[in-house]
C-alpha cells in the first residue's frame, strides 16, 4: 500500500464569519511627544480604530455576544491616561494591544493623527496594523 493511501484527509473547516468593528475620529487629549514643549502640556490625538472580528454564531442581540465598542474606548482612554508617550508608534501598538486582548479580535488597524503639530497640516501620525496570527 502507498503511504499517501493511509492518510485520512482532514474535513472541510467551515469558514470563520467575521464583522468590523470600528471607531472613527475619537478625539482625546494625550501627554505624547519627543521635544520638550511637549512634555508640558497634552495635546490633541484622533484615534481610528478598524477591527476585525469573529462573528459569534448567534448574536441574539446580546452584547455579551460581540466585541463592544464601548469597551474598546474605554480601554483606548485607559492608555492614553497613562503618562507620557514618547511615539505615536507607541501609542498605536498599545491600542492595539488593548485591543486584541479579546481572543474574537483577529486583527486590529489603529491609526493615530497628531492634530496641532504644523499648522499647515491637518495632522500627522501613523497607522499600523497587528494581527492575532502575529502575537
Not at 1 to 22: G, Q
Amino acid at each position: 500500500m502507498n503511504p499517501l493511501e493511509k492518510i485520512t484527509p482532514l474535513p472541510n473547516a467551515a469558514p470563520v464569519r467575521t464583522m468590523r468593528v470600528f471607531i472613527r475620529d475619537l478625539v482625546l487629549p494625550c501627554s505624547i511627544g519627543i521635544h520638550q514643549h511637549e512634555r508640558l502640556a497634552q495635546q490633541r490625538v484622533q484615534i481610528n480604530v478598524e477591527l476585525t472580528c469573529v462573528e459569534h454564531p448567534a448574536i441574539n442581540d446580546d452584547v455579551d455576544n460581540v466585541v463592544c465598542y464601548a469597551t474598546v474606548v474605554m480601554g483606548i482612554k485607559a492608555v492614553t491616561a497613562d503618562g507620557h508617550i514618547n511615539l505615536v508608534e507607541t501609542l498605536a501598538d498599545r491600542i492595539a494591544d488593548v485591543c486584541l486582548s479579546d481572543r474574537r479580535v483577529l486583527s486590529a488597524k489603529v491609526r493615530i493623527d497628531k492634530l496641532d503639530v504644523f499648522k499647515e497640516a491637518f495632522s500627522v501620525g501613523v497607522e499600523i496594523e497587528r494581527n492575532r496570527a502575529d502575537r
